[in-house]
């Protein structure tokens, strides 16, 4: 027992005065006597040694733990153990999930712009991709070759220069002019979000077939949706409408 806990007992079961000769006890009633308890053990003598705010505060969550999985264990079928076990699987599998799928793709709606502040022409993009490739840093390539590709684009005004396009924006646009690759420009985006916004990791195949498509783009005629189409003897080889 606590000395505060003697004290309450003392205080309010036993008389308050001794007997003398053949006096009866000298008592007060029970509410009085709790109220003198009280005031006796709000003294701070009595809670010099009480933990602090944040110890008790703790003690109850630790106690909260423990009666969770006390309950938990009492549920599952092998007690501890089996708990143990169910925790391990889900945390494997949560593991797996995210190894597998990556991490959460950004809607089209708030992914960053495809280029920075720093405007370049597509030659420098593509030179950054490949020095980025021979080093395998395939992410940063992935990204480069990209921008290149799409502003080569813009460079033979296929598409409109245009501050805060995205890549998926800059595919819709393009596939619309150059429909054969339309497949291949939304596939080429897609990588393009996942290594910058997805957390994923780009591989050597990855930036190879981004590479081939910029070829490809270099010598592909656009299709024009007005009037005036392109025609193989109205236009030079290669040059946007």
Do not use: C
Request: aromatic share 6%; net charge neutral.
């Amino acid at each position: 027992m606590t000395a505060a806990g003697a004290v309450l007992g003392t205080l309010t079961a036993a008389p308050l005065l001794p007997r003398t000769g053949d006096d009866p006890p000298v008592t007060i009633p029970r509410d009085p006597a709790r109220e003198a308890a009280e005031r006796e053990l709000s003294k701070p003598m009595y809670h010099e040694n009480d933990p602090g705010l944040f110890q008790r505060a703790l003690n109850r969550f630790w106690g909260w733990v423990d009666d969770l999985f006390s309950a938990a264990s009492g549920a599952t079928p092998g007690g501890g153990f089996g708990l143990l076990v169910i925790v391990l699987a889900v945390a494997l599998l949560a593991g797996a999930l995210w190894w597998r799928l990556g991490a959460p793709r950004r809607a089209a709606a708030s992914t960053p712009a495809l280029f920075d502040d720093r405007p370049r022409s597509a030659a420098e993009h593509r030179a950054a991709a490949e020095a980025h490739a021979a080093q395998a840093h395939w992410n940063q390539a992935v990204q480069e070759r990209m921008r290149a590709l799409v502003r080569a684009l813009e460079e033979r005004a296929l598409l409109d220069p245009r501050p805060g396009r995205t890549a998926d924006e800059a595919a819709a646009e393009a596939g619309r002019t150059l429909p054969a690759h339309t497949d291949r420009l939304r596939s080429a985006a897609h990588a393009f979000d996942d290594v910058t916004y997805g957390g994923r990791t780009a591989d050597q195949a990855a930036y190879l077939r981004l590479a081939n498509l910029d070829r490809d783009l270099e010598h592909t005629r656009p299709v024009l949706t007005n009037t005036a189409r392109t025609t193989p003897s109205s236009h030079p080889h290669g040059a946007a409408g």
